[in-house]
């Protein structure tokens, strides 16, 4: 559904030349919910305007369903961009309009008529559940009720793509949750393709079906969610699940275990200490629940080298538990 | 002097007054509006960048303000004859009062734009606003309580302005303060156009203030 191929985008200021975005091609699917998680200056946002192209990117192309925006002339873009849905880290609300008269600003823009646009906006402020605020103004709102606002109006001209910029990110906890949960019910009901930047795992976590690590600039890793955390030395395993650096306990060998998907795999403690008759002591652990599925880390410790614990190791592997030494 | 006598003259340059600060708002606020979104539109990153251009505009704003109106009122008398036909009398006195006043209003009007929120503007770019929607719907829109709050002021200045144009004939109530009650001696007529001035005054603000309060929904 979007397509991003070479992408480069360099800022210029009193002759230093900082590189946004050095060369990122990134792929999402139709119907998924796609996140960049990045910290702040890694170019997430100048990623992100770039799909819309409220940036214009140095080199590559940017395709949304089957157009190359960057190929077209000025006019035809504006068209385009009124198929793609944006929301806002800071609402990016007009002070000046009421609820109603936010949602309707797009539709204005897009032409629809005076009554065809009441009617739509109605239905968006249902959809979004502020149905009963249409009259007031952006000012006399919660901040989840303007990002309720915020969606509507990105959704106004029945969008195939919706762009998050940080759109909880000004959100308190709970907020946030119930902001995911409308942008995750979007993307079930009306088959909405996300792609959405963030700072914050718990985005990745709750919602996202693939992500992408973007770090000064470049993607690190991406893929689906759920392959990246079970892939040993992942980016994004090692931020969603925390270990920390390895004690210093000698005469032992401290593993990192990738726990697979299904239950099964699970009893491998139990296993070990059956089998070899060894007494294995849990460091540190990690299970969330991701993207449907549950996936998580055990830090353990076995007693003797590695070269004593081949043995056990190799039953960890051939069990498919991925298996990294960490001390 | 009576009542009887001051009462007509009162009148007189309050009517002088209303009429070339009222015609000068007007021009005013259409000629600052223009420079003065011109001015940010035409900036670095603007939606139409234009630097020479702005740099061109900022120089012509910097100059109008910098030149002591009474000295403008003075140095602009062939651009008035060629305008409007003479250089004495009330219309005469709007021109310098219009010329002072654009560059003053078009800077507050280019504040006033500054203030609007830059994502606002970047999400009316996303959903496919053209650049006269952006200006007329966003910024102008959204400015609004500031302009109508600069142009209150703009007023204000422009009705200390008009003081100064009985020196081209174009009477007023700062004439008459000048010619009778300073010239003249008669505090009676001093302390009455100073009175209505400040009565003046606080009514414009008054209504200024309503105003920005009923635009406003930050």
């Given at each position: 559904m979007?397509?991003i ?27 998924e ?9 890694a170019?997430?946002?100048?990623l ?10 140095d ?9 190359d ?9 504006r068209?385009h961009?009124?198929?793609i ?15 109603a008269?936010n ?6 823009v ?5 009554r ?30 303007k ?6 109006r990105a ?16 959100l ?5 949750a119930?902001i995911l ?9 009306l ?8 700072h914050?795992?718990?985005?990745v976590?709750?919602?996202c079906?693939s ?21 040993p ?15 210093d ?32 002591r849990?460091l540190?652990g ?35 538990l991925?298996?990294e030494?960490?001390? | ?8 003259l009162?009148?007189?340059g309050?009517?002088e007054?209303?009429y070339m600060?009222?015609?000068?708002t007007v ?5 600052g509006?223009?420079?003065g ?30 030149l ?15 305008l ?7 219309a ?10 654009i560059?003053?209003f ?20 996303a ?11 966003v910024?102008l ?11 209150t ?11 100064m ?29 100073v009175?209505l001035?400040v009565?003046?005054?606080q ?10 309060r ?5």
């Amino acid at each position: 559904m979007i397509q991003i191929e070479g992408l480069r985008k360099a800022y210029h200021s009193r002759g230093r030349t900082v590189v946004a975005v050095d060369g990122v091609d990134l792929e999402v699917r139709e119907g998924e919910v796609y996140g960049v998680l990045g910290r702040s200056g890694a170019g997430k946002s100048t990623l992100l305007r770039c799909v819309n192209l409220l940036e214009r990117p140095d080199a590559g192309t940017v395709t949304v369903d089957g157009v190359d925006l960057t190929a077209l002339p000025e006019r035809r873009l504006r068209q385009h961009r009124q198929r793609i849905g944006m929301i806002h880290q800071h609402f990016a609300l007009l002070s000046s309009r009421t609820v109603a008269g936010n949602v309707a600003f797009p539709l204005e823009v897009m032409g629809v008529d005076r009554r065809e646009r009441a009617q739509r906006v109605a239905e968006l402020l249902d959809l979004v559940g502020l149905g009963d605020r249409a009259r007031a103004y952006p000012a006399q709102l919660s901040g989840g009720q303007k990002q309720r606002v915020g969606i509507a109006r990105a959704l106004a001209g029945r969008p195939t793509v919706l762009l998050s910029d940080e759109a909880t990110s000004a959100l308190d906890p709970e907020t946030t949750a119930s902001i995911l949960e409308l942008l995750r019910d979007l993307n079930r009901r009306l088959g909405l393709t996300i792609l959405l930047i963030t700072h914050e795992m718990e985005v990745v976590k709750r919602i996202c079906d693939s992500a992408a690590v973007l770090r000064e600039g470049r993607i690190v890793e991406s893929g689906r969610v759920r392959d990246l955390l079970t892939r040993p030395g992942s980016a994004l395993g090692q931020e969603i699940f925390r270990l920390g650096p390895p004690p210093d306990l000698p005469g032992t060998t401290i593993v990192d275990v990738t726990l697979p998907d299904d239950s099964a795999g699970r009893s491998f403690v139990a296993d070990l200490a059956r089998r070899y008759d060894v007494d294995v002591r849990i460091l540190a652990g990690s299970i969330e629940t991701v993207a449907d599925g549950q996936a998580g880390r055990l830090r353990i410790a076995l007693p003797g080298s590695a070269e004593v614990n081949e043995a056990p190791l190799r039953r960890l592997r051939e069990a498919g538990l991925a298996v990294e030494v960490a001390r | 002097m009576t009542w009887a006598d001051l009462g007509p003259l009162l009148w007189q340059g309050a009517k002088e007054t209303g009429y070339m600060v009222g015609v000068s708002t007007v021009l005013t606020a259409i000629g600052g509006l223009l420079l003065g979104v011109l001015l940010v539109l035409t900036a670095r990153g603007g939606l139409l960048a234009a630097r020479p251009v702005h740099a061109a505009l900022g120089l012509i704003v910097n100059i109008g303000r910098s030149l002591p109106f009474i000295i403008l009122l003075v140095a602009i008398i062939p651009f008035t004859r060629a305008l409007v036909g003479t250089t004495i009398g009330t219309a005469a006195a709007i021109v310098p009062l219009t010329v002072a006043a654009i560059p003053f209003f078009a800077r507050i009007v280019e504040t006033a734009i500054r203030e609007v929120d830059r994502d606002v503007v970047a999400a009316a770019r996303a959903m496919g606003a053209s650049r006269p929607e952006i200006v007329f719907k966003v910024l102008l829109r959204e400015a609004r309580p500031g302009l109508v709050a600069g142009l209150t002021i703009t007023v204000i200045a422009l009705i200390g302005y008009s003081a100064m144009a009985g020196v081209v004939g174009g009477g007023g109530l700062g004439d008459l303060a000048i010619r009778y009650g300073y010239q003249r001696f008669e505090n009676s007529v001093m302390v009455a156009t100073v009175v209505l001035l400040v009565v003046f005054v606080q009514l414009i603000q008054s209504l200024g203030d309503l105003i920005v309060r009923w635009l406003s929904h930050k």
